[in-house]
């Protein structure tokens, strides 16, 4: 597509409920990324894929959160048992190849989660 | 660890006047460079970006921002700012050495005064 879309744009959730982010990055873009902003700070990393395979998982902050992209295109965060804590926007974004493109993450408009 | 600061959480300005917000990075090497822009409820939109070569480098909006390596610094400026400036902008910086993860700055929130 023209651009990195993330579905839903907000979602409301109660405590201990499970909740699954979608991106679906720019068409031919091998890698992804997400990414959580939180409200006053900057964007905190989370996950890298390159392809399908997840190249750095380092920022996912617990097990509670994975990530998956089986056919290295739409990517899922998922969460589960949602605290309080979790609630963010969760923004992705894709990165492009080629001289132009090489080391440019273009993002979505991000996924705002609340858990109640 | 690698990090970013930017030192300025809001920043006014008049219209017309102008701006520079600040940027300085800790890494072993020099990392790429970006300046990102967020308005409220948008996503991250990049301003411009930094590799190597020419270090003033020229962005949208009639952004350009200065690479000081000496001072490890990346300082975004405009030379008028207008009432659609207004917005919350991010440095970030990305390096190999690191992964391939692009690290960011807290944010600078800009307002701009009629």
């Known amino acids: 597509g023209a651009g990195v879309s993330q579905t839903p744009s907000n979602k409301v959730t109660e405590k201990g409920k499970y909740v699954e982010l979608r991106c679906d990055p720019i068409?031919?873009?091998?890698?992804l990324y997400w990414y959580r902003q939180s409200l006053g700070q900057g964007p905190e990393f989370l996950i890298y894929?390159?392809?399908?395979?997840?190249?750095?998982d380092s920022g996912l902050p617990n097990d509670r959160f994975f990530a998956v992209r089986p056919e290295g295109s739409v990517s899922t965060l998922k969460i589960q048992r949602t605290e309080r804590g979790d609630s963010a926007v969760y923004l992705c974004a894709s990165q492009g190849g080629g001289k132009s493109g090489a080391n440019v993450l273009t993002f979505g408009a991000g996924s705002r989660l609340t858990v109640l | 660890a690698q990090s970013v600061t930017q030192p300025d959480i809001h920043i006014t300005v008049s219209e017309g006047a102008s701006l520079e917000l600040r940027c300085n990075y800790s890494y072993g090497a020099t990392p790429y460079l970006f300046w990102y822009v967020q308005s409220p409820g948008q996503g991250l939109q990049l301003l411009l970006k930094y590799f190597s070569g020419d270090t003033l480098v020229q962005g949208i909006k009639g952004f350009e921002a200065e690479f000081k390596r000496s001072q490890s610094s990346f300082n975004l400026r405009k030379p008028s700012v207008h009432w659609s400036d207004a917005a919350e902008y991010f440095c970030?910086?990305?390096?190999?050495?690191?992964?391939?993860?692009?690290?960011f700055g807290a944010g600078t929130i800009l307002r701009v005064k009629s």
């Open positions: 894929f390159q392809g399908t395979g997840a190249a750095d």
């Open positions: 970030a910086a990305q390096s190999m050495e690191y992964g391939n993860k692009l690290v």
């Open positions: 068409s031919g873009h091998t890698a």
